[in-house]
């Protein structure tokens, strides 16, 4: 079995194990809410921070802003190519609109980008892959919000959009890559309590998701065609674009498989929590996460088999 297919039938058996504590009644509501937050704003940046703990090297700081740039520029054409692929979904709303276009530009980086780098590509991918994820943290609570409100044009503004961008996730990003800068080393048994800390993201990850899938009914939603179209445009077109101009460039290891891998997860979770406040169409958002999260189980490894 290739690697790519085993480490995601890994990850599958871990989502099973969500999945049934989700309807065994172990993993459900405030449970489930709770935990996502445990990962956000715990597992999650501690194992940034000591993905971040590397020697610091030139060559590795111009590596961060290659990325950083590769990433800006992914994102930057991913907008305009939402828009003109919806523009055959005449005859969606504005509201449904909003989230196919913020489905097509913003992958689940948190809860299965992070995890499957790590499983595919080895915990030394993760320094990149932090760095790659600055420009979403940025993108999505501010362009993301605007693309994704419904009937409410209004998103977070002063003091709020401010603190929206400071979230755990970039806020560990850009600690732990000052941290990288300086040369500064994590003491002992900090590191070593935030390593196993971090440890935890992979399995508790997965087991939210299940858990997630688990709770979901969305009944006709997964009828409509528009839902399915976006989907394959979030796990199939838009990677291979990433993957066809990346090698038209020369890109190669980490800096290819990266933004490949990134641009092969499913849409991004938050989606739903985005649409939910601001207006936007959550149902078809919780449908779109539903369908992208269980069709990746399979496409992961076709695109796993590009890069590896």
């Known amino acids: 079995m290739p690697p790519s297919m085993m480490q995601s039938l890994i990850l599958f058996l871990l989502i099973c194990s969500g999945f049934a504590a989700g309807k065994a009644g172990v993993l459900k509501g405030d449970t489930v809410r709770a935990l996502s937050r445990f990962l956000v704003d715990f597992t999650l940046p501690a194992i940034i921070i000591v993905s971040?703990?590397?020697?610091?090297?030139?060559?590795?700081?111009?590596?961060s802003v290659r990325i950083l740039v590769i990433s800006s520029i992914v994102y930057a054409v991913?907008?305009?190519?939402?828009?003109?692929?919806?523009?055959?979904?005449?005859?969606?709303?504005r509201a449904e609109l909003g989230v196919h276009r913020f489905a097509m530009c913003f992958s689940n980086v948190a809860f299965m980008g992070f995890p499957v780098a790590e499983s595919l590509l080895g915990r030394e991918s993760l320094f990149i892959v932090s760095i790659y994820n600055i420009p979403f943290q940025l993108l999505a609570f501010s362009v993301g919000i605007a693309?994704?409100?419904?009937?409410?044009?209004?998103?977070?503004?002063?003091?709020?959009?401010?603190?929206?961008?400071?979230?755990?996730?970039?806020?560990?990003a850009l600690v732990g890559f000052a941290l990288f800068l300086g040369s500064v080393s994590i003491p002992d048994p900090l590191f070593s309590a935030m390593e196993?800390?971090?440890?935890?993201?992979?399995?508790?990850?997965?087991?939210?998701?299940?858990?997630?899938?688990?709770?979901?009914?969305?009944?006709?939603?997964?009828?409509?065609?528009?839902?399915?179209?976006?989907?394959?445009?979030?796990?199939?077109?838009?990677?291979?674009?990433?993957?066809?101009?990346?090698?038209?460039?020369?890109?190669s290891g980490m800096e290819l498989a990266v933004p490949v891998l990134v641009s092969a997860m499913p849409v991004a979770a938050n989606s739903t929590i985005l649409a939910g406040v601001y207006g936007g169409d959550d149902v078809t958002a919780s449908g779109l996460v539903f369908a992208s999260t269980l069709l990746s189980l399979v496409t992961i490894p076709l695109i796993g088999s590009f890069i590896l």
Not at 210 to 225: D, E, I, K, Y
Request: aromatic letters at 8%; proline letters at 7%; hydrophobic letters at 50%.
């Open 52 to 63: 971040m703990q590397r020697p610091f090297s030139p060559a590795l700081r111009d590596q």
């Open 78 to 93: 991913s907008f305009p190519l939402a828009y003109a692929a919806t523009a055959a979904y005449r005859k969606a709303g």
């Open 147 to 172: 693309m994704i409100a419904g009937k409410r044009k209004d998103g977070p503004r002063g003091s709020a959009a401010l603190k929206s961008l400071f979230n755990p996730a970039i806020v560990s």
């Open 196 to 251: 196993l800390l971090g440890g935890m993201t992979t399995p508790l990850a997965m087991a939210v998701i299940g858990a997630v899938l688990a709770q979901t009914r969305l009944g006709g939603v997964l009828g409509n065609p528009r839902l399915w179209l976006t989907t394959a445009y979030r796990l199939g077109v838009h990677p291979l674009l990433v993957f066809a101009v990346a090698k038209a460039v020369g890109l």
